[in-house]
């Protein structure tokens, strides 16, 4: 029987890998005031980013 603490790590790791894979999909989705293309410079990561709109908010 799998214990609950290991299914509880397994599914953060899926969370986290969904994540970064939507972040690193992103110009796919697409943004309708930008031209399209297949590529676009990675800034950072879904962490990184969370981490500075989380301090942009906090900061004022």
């Not at 986290?16 to 297949?38: C, E, H, K, T, Y």
């Amino acid at each position: 029987m799998i214990s609950e603490r290991f299914k509880s790590q397994a599914c953060t790791k899926r969370k986290r890998s969904g994540s970064q894979l939507g972040w690193v999909l992103r110009p796919f989705i697409g943004n309708p005031d930008m031209a399209f293309s297949w590529s676009r410079p990675r800034d950072s990561n879904i962490f990184l980013a969370l981490i500075d709109i989380f301090i942009s908010l906090t900061s004022r």
